[in-house]
T-cell receptor, first 113, second 115 residues
């Protein structure tokens, strides 16, 4: 069964600190992996998209990594800001699925002053 | 260029009524996807449409749910005879081309509450 698991479920960090969120997936055949940020009451916003051949991709203070062999990904946030408080969702696309995305439940990040 | 628009943002229905959720994709986007997010759960794919065609409805319940994307106007997700278990946030996303590799842009969602 195609699944996307994320850890931790929730995380509290102090402003300015770094953090790393984890994602494990069992989706096969694999097409690509995305990280989204979802603010409370809003729709998800894309941060990165990585295909099988990409190991790392950055978007400002966000850096995503992908190990397609172990089916693991991480999202590293550097120098966190209060506005980073949100849910971060790992999403995997199955090859040939015509855009049907498989979502993890997300990690809820709270950045405190 | 306005983003994906959904209305209403909040919808309250009593059991047995019909719910109609609307989604206007971004300008130039002809692919629309509907997702449902139950409380404390991740988003789940429901249906994928191109203009006037349903491409993949594998995630949509067989009964009471239907979706359309007419040649003119927004995409509509219709839920007939709603039940309490239909209470959820419904998100629409759009893309300009087949989105297996391309980004899907999400709307703000419609939060449906069934009393």
């Amino acid at each position: 069964k195609n699944q996307v698991e994320q850890s931790p479920q929730s995380l509290i960090i102090l402003e300015g600190k770094n953090c790393t969120l984890q994602c494990n997936y069992t989706v096969s055949p694999f097409s690509n992996l995305r990280w989204y940020k979802q603010d409370t009451g809003r729709g998800p916003v894309s941060l990165t998209i990585m295909t099988f051949s990409e190991n790392t991709k950055s978007n400002g203070r966000y850096t995503a990594t992908l190990d397609a062999d172990t089916k693991q990904s991480s999202l590293h946030i550097t120098a966190s800001q209060l506005s980073d408080s949100a849910s971060y969702i790992c999403v995997v696309s199955e090859r040939g699925s015509q855009g049907n995305l498989i979502f993890g439940k997300g990690t809820k990040l709270s950045v405190k002053p | 260029n306005a983003g994906v628009m959904q209305n209403p943002r909040h919808l309250v229905r009593r059991r047995g009524q019909e719910a109609r959720l609307r989604c206007s994709p971004m300008k130039g986007h002809s692919h629309v996807y509907w997702y449902r997010q139950l409380p404390e759960e991740g988003l789940k794919f429901m249906v994928y449409l191109q203009k006037e065609n349903i491409i993949d409805e594998s995630g949509m319940p067989k009964e009471r749910f239907s979706a359309e994307f007419p040649k003119e106007g927004p995409s509509i997700l219709r839920i007939q005879q709603v039940v309490r278990g239909d209470s959820a946030a419904y998100f629409c996303a759009s893309s300009p081309v087949l989105a297996e590799y391309n980004e899907q842009f999400f709307g703000p969602g419609t939060r449906l509450t069934v009393l």
